[in-house]
């Protein structure tokens, strides 16, 4: 878990410096679009791309802390026991979606590497650009699945104790 854990820190930097950079772009072109000084002809095309990677990579951090997929409710009418395999059976589903979308993404993403597809402003890889997709969900699937079984597992530590 302590490797989890250094990443999920290394990616929370990361997600921070993106914003960082987006808000800077955005800011300085949005003054020097209203001053008629200068333009920032790439702003929107790169504030485009910083959000798609603090999404992708923000559901990660989402589901390190347990604040995606959560039915509050559930625990609270049903056993103990029903509640775990509910939590087993949305680990699941969540991986397999998951995966599901890693395929296609991956598929995507390379088909455009191969292509040499540019953005249009910035010129950059586009199935580079797009491989944040599943490489965000994939890691949302790995850290969403850690919470959960530690989760599972504070529990029946919790039942051994008493």
């Keep these: 878990m302590k490797v989890l854990d250094a990443f999920k820190k290394l990616m929370e930097w990361v997600v921070v410096i993106i914003m960082v950079a987006m808000v800077i772009v955005i800011f300085l072109a949005t003054v020097g679009r209203y001053s008629g000084l200068f333009s920032i002809p790439w702003s929107e095309e790169f504030a485009r791309y910083c959000m ?72 950059w890889p586009l199935g580079a650009v797009y491989m944040v997709i599943p490489i965000g969900l994939v890691l949302m699937a790995i850290y969403y699945t850690a919470y959960n079984v530690q989760k599972i597992m504070e529990k029946d530590e919790k039942k051994e104790d008493k």
């Design 52 to 123: 798609v990677c603090m999404v992708y990579l923000g559901s990660m951090l989402a589901a390190a802390k347990g604040a995606h997929f959560v039915v509050e409710v559930a625990p609270m009418i049903f056993p103990k026991v029903i509640v775990k395999a509910i939590t087993v059976f949305d680990i699941v589903v969540v991986d397999l979606f998951s995966l599901f979308l890693l395929r296609q993404g991956w598929q995507i993403s390379s088909k455009m590497l191969n292509q040499g597809k540019l953005t249009p402003m910035l010129e």
